[in-house]
């Protein structure tokens, strides 16, 4: 199972809730990929202009937050990887293109909308570089055999894969 960007729209009233459901869907011998932006601080809010104008009801979560969840659900979290400064490379990219592409959105919404995007990649980007905002990922499952006791098996599906094609 793979989940990736909805964690943070679930917001934190809901997480119980979500990783029940993952739980209820995973077989005993499955896993869940969980692939989510978080904060590394403590637990907070989301910002007002974040909540306002872009992703209403959204909210970055701490790590602390999400195991306490997973925990209460009955989930083993069989890894973690903490992706610190790499989602910042994408966001510069998106913010690049929809610079270069700011004329069409423009024509096609205003320039207040422009401006507000202008302003959230660009703030985004500079909280994954300087701030506390990062990405991580989770392997979850209900057995704790079910994922290898190392990552050698990622790598190994994703050769099988390119192999394939």
């Known amino acids: 199972m793979v989940s990736v960007g909805m964690m943070e729209h679930v917001g934190i009233g809901h997480f119980d809730e979500y ?3 993952i ?5 005993a011998d499955g896993y869940a990929f969980i692939h989510c932006i978080g904060r ?5 809010t989301t910002g007002p202009f974040i909540r306002k104008y ?8 701490a790590l602390s937050e999400t195991f306490a969840a997973t925990e209460r659900c009955g989930l083993w979290c069989d890894d973690v990887e903490v ?6 490379y994408p966001v510069k990219h998106w913010r690049e293109r929809f610079t270069n592409s700011r004329a069409k959105a423009a024509a096609i919404y205003d320039e207040r909308f422009c401006r507000m995007w202008e302003f959230y990649l ?4 500079l909280e994954f570089l300087h701030g506390s ?20 098996f990622m790598v190994d599906a994703e050769r099988a894969a390119r192999c394939a094609t």
């Not at 739980?23 to 077989?27: A, G």
């Not at 992706?83 to 910042?88: A, I």
């Open 83 to 88: 992706l610190r400064l790499h989602y910042r």
């Open 54 to 61: 872009i992703f209403p009801g959204a909210y970055v979560p």
């Open 133 to 152: 905002h990062m990405v991580f990922q989770m392997l979850l499952s209900i057995n704790r055999g079910a994922v290898p006791i190392t990552r050698d």
């Open 40 to 44: 590394m601080s403590q637990p907070g």
């Open 23 to 27: 739980r209820e869907l995973l077989k």
């Open 122 to 125: 660009a703030a985004v980007e």
């Open 19 to 21: 990783f029940r459901k």
